[in-house]
């Protein structure tokens, strides 16, 4: 019964571990006159958006690029 026991919490341990979604982060910028203007590590949902609408400066939205993403 005990080995049951320590199975079953094993096992769901393994599937909380397992459905967790890990939150990626990337650096990012955007390019202004020919130069990267970093705007540092993002991650998840902000990174989805920055990348998705972009970064606005002075009423101009630049496009944004995520390393690896």
Do not use: P, R, W
């Amino acid at each position: 019964m005990k080995n049951i026991s320590v199975l079953t919490a094993f096992s769901v341990l393994i599937l909380i571990v397992a459905s967790c979604k890990k939150e990626s982060c990337h650096e990012c910028h955007y390019d202004l006159d020919g130069q990267e203007v970093e705007l540092g590590k993002k991650c998840g949902d902000d990174l989805e958006n920055l990348e998705k609408d972009g970064y606005v400066v002075d009423d101009t939205i630049y496009e944004v690029h995520c390393h690896d993403h």
